[in-house]
Nanobody, 124 residues
């Protein structure tokens, strides 16, 4: 069982930046594909970004490409999401997730473990 805890959310003006962190309890953190998803009120959960196991290949949703960067520190069992040039439409609850799949997936049901979420609000 992997326990994930997100932090770093908050209120920011459009054009600003935030960095989300996802701390994992599992010492075999680098054996999981890590992903970030978000869900705005009344909308479906949306894939944001993912990072592969050991090599650290990264993948992004179209709406965040060029603005968001996913990374991780295996020694600290922590994944990050650096969000720049934020827009009001980025407002959502952001979730960290871990998948035991070997290959990239943007499908939320392929992720086995989820954090509780952190609210990001971007004002115009």
């Amino acid at each position: 069982q992997v326990h994930l805890v997100e932090s770093g959310g908050g209120l920011v003006q459009a054009g600003g930046s935030l960095r989300l962190s996802c701390a994992a309890s599992e010492r075999t953190f680098n054996t999981y594909f890590m992903g970030w998803f978000r869900q705005a009120p009344g909308k479906e959960r949306e894939f944001v970004a993912a990072i592969s196991r050991n090599v650290g290949n990264t993948y992004y949703g179209e709406s965040v490409k060029g603005r968001f960067t996913i990374s991780k520190n295996n020694a600290k069992n922590t994944a990050y999401l650096q969000m720049n040039s934020l827009k009001p439409e980025d407002t959502a609850v952001y979730y960290c997730a871990a998948s035991d799949r070997y290959y990239y997936t943007a499908i939320s049901t392929d992720y086995n473990y989820w954090g509780q979420g952190t609210q990001v609000t971007v004002s115009s």
